[in-house]
């Protein structure tokens, strides 16, 4: 029988502890619940009030892989939902992740944790702004450091607050909190901006998505503002070889960032990150830190000088 659990008065039967995850630690499933329950308040608090939409990889990264929206087929009664709408299909329920048991239980699923950047309560409002960074190989994370800082530059300029984390993959994310604003009008600012650091960092920024422009230059993906897309969220673990977390890091650790190890973070380090830095996303929850996006505009360049590192040589 799976052994059973008490979680804050929720009973939760717990299944395949022993099987190994990730195969490059020998991770194991229980090592993956211990890890949820330790880092369970950072992690709630920037699930909360967030459909979620799960990559379920139940056999480990080299097995069946599936991304869901809908809530999965039976989850407790006690897990709460939401009603999400949608343009096409009509509305559905998807899983809100609001206090620990229901966290447990999605772990026990083994699961990436994906959000949109808006919460249940204003479907297509969104209250976060998202740039994701993706390299192509021979570009690093190191090169998303350049392009990290030029984005800081300038959306500080336009009176933003930016915050950063890794994905957890490859790249880095940069999270801006914003006043309410609809999704299509942080979609067109984002593509704005990463269309100026294409122009202005040329030899290392493309802003389409395009496979034959991406090798050895940064991709800035704006388009999981918009209302139907959803990013890896901080501290979820990702579905790779290795158990990887995407982890909230300084401005520092981007400026001194060389090699692409300085920025990659297994799960057992982030107890230690936090009680060094504390939730460094912490200001993205405080509603008097958000700003309001400044008024549209003509995409422009605007060149800016690189800090410290080369662009990769152009393919």
């Known amino acids: 029988m799976s052994p059973i659990t008490v979680v804050e008065g929720r009973r939760l039967s717990l299944t395949n502890l022993d099987k190994v995850l990730y ?8 090592e993956v619940l211990h890890y949820c329950t330790t880092t369970a308040d950072p992690l709630l608090s920037h699930l909360r009030d ?7 990889y139940p056999d480990g990264p080299d097995g069946q892989r599936f991304f869901t ?3 999965p087929p039976g989850a407790p009664s006690w897990v709460k939902t939401c009603e999400v709408p949608h343009s096409t299909s009509g509305p559905t329920r998807q899983v809100l992740l609001q206090d620990l048991p229901s966290l447990v239980w999605a772990a026990n699923l083994v699961v990436e944790l994906h959000t949109p950047q808006w919460t249940c309560g204003a479907p297509g409002i969104a209250d976060r702004l998202v740039f994701d960074l993706d390299p192509g190989a021979p570009a690093t994370i190191v090169e998303c450091c350049t392009a990290a800082q030029w984005l800081h530059d300038r959306l500080a300029a336009d009176g933003l607050d930016v915050h950063a984390k890794t994905s ?6 940069l999270v801006v909190p914003v006043e309410p604003t609809p999704a299509e009008r942080t979609t ?7 269309v100026e650091a294409a122009a202005a960092l040329p030899e290392l920024v493309v802003h389409k998505m395009t496979k034959t422009l991406r090798p050895g230059k940064v ?11 959803t990013t890896a969220a901080a501290y979820t673990l990702r579905a790779r070889d290795t158990p990887t977390v995407s982890a909230p890091v300084t401005w520092e650790e981007i400026a001194d960032c060389t090699d692409p190890r300085h920025l990659t973070f297994l799960f057992g380090e982030i107890a230690a990150r936090l009680a060094r830095h504390g939730d460094l996303l912490a200001p993205l929850l405080d509603p008097d830190r958000a700003r309001p996006l400044p008024a549209a505009r ?11 590192r080369s662009a990769p040589d152009s393919p």
């Open 188 to 194: 067109a600012y984002a593509k704005t901006l990463a």
């Open 23 to 30: 195969p490059g630690t020998g991770t194991t499933k229980g």
């Open 298 to 308: 003509p995409a422009r360049a605007r060149a800016r000088p690189q800090r410290s």
């Open 219 to 229: 991709f800035i993906d704006f388009s999981q503002n918009a209302a139907a897309k």
């Open 50 to 56: 967030r459909p979620l939409s799960f990559l379920r």
């Open 69 to 71: 929206k809908n809530v």
């Open 168 to 173: 957890g993959a490859k790249g880095l994310h």
